[in-house]
């Protein structure tokens, strides 16, 4: 009399003639009594197969288990996973001041921001990185405040400031008001933003 496979996740070719015929479905591993699904973090597409079953692969991640597939749910853009067969949402973000825009990343592969611009940790975009004080823009955009001009802000992409009329700063990338110098004596002036003595100009009578 034939006898069943046991369980309802293992089936045997035609004229098997031992328990060990029985062979794990889909999402399951082993042979005969000892067939097991797969665990969380791993996966196996062979049906009839006492094989084991495939680990997720560094950067990704998954907490089901008898997964008959390759379900891995991938670490997002701006983090990133070194072991593999992982079983929850352990990725890692990238530093402060890096970001990447790829997701799946199986090693810290993050990109620093461009120079003078910082960024949040788990940036996932260049543009992600904001200007230092002294400097304006984004990502490959970061550009020195010009002359005559400054910003306080750090991790801003703001313009930068004017100095107020009577001041002027003939220097770049000046970080508060405070840069900014009063044109000589009393009886001359200059226009918001100026930036060298020279536009310092007359009053009246002068």
């Given at each position: ?47 009839a197969s006492a094989a084991a ?154």
């Amino acid at each position: 009399v034939c006898i069943s496979c046991s369980g309802t996740n293992i089936g045997s070719a035609a004229g098997s003639d031992g328990e060990e015929d029985c062979l794990a479905d889909a999402g399951y591993t082993g042979s005969g009594s000892s067939v097991v699904a797969c665990a969380a973090g791993t996966f196996k597409a062979t049906a009839a197969s006492a094989a084991a079953c495939d680990e997720c692969v560094a950067g990704k991640y998954k907490s089901d288990t008898a997964q008959t597939s390759d379900t891995c749910i991938s670490c997002v853009a701006g983090k990133f996973k070194g072991e593999e067969a992982q079983t929850s949402d352990t990725c890692e973000n990238c530093a402060i001041s890096k970001y990447k825009a790829t997701p799946a990343q199986p090693s810290d592969t993050c990109e620093d921001c461009p120079q003078h611009s910082t960024s949040a940790a788990a940036s996932d975009a260049e543009n992600d990185c904001k200007a230092s004080a002294g400097y304006t823009g984004e990502g490959s955009t970061v550009t020195a405040c010009d002359a005559g001009t400054f910003k306080a802000a750090a991790a801003s992409a703001a313009a930068c400031t004017n100095c107020v009329a009577g001041k002027y700063k003939a220097s770049t990338a000046q970080t508060s008001a405070a840069a900014c110098t009063s044109c000589p004596g009393t009886n001359s002036g200059s226009a918001a933003g100026s930036d060298g003595e020279e536009d310092c100009l007359a009053d009246a009578g002068y």
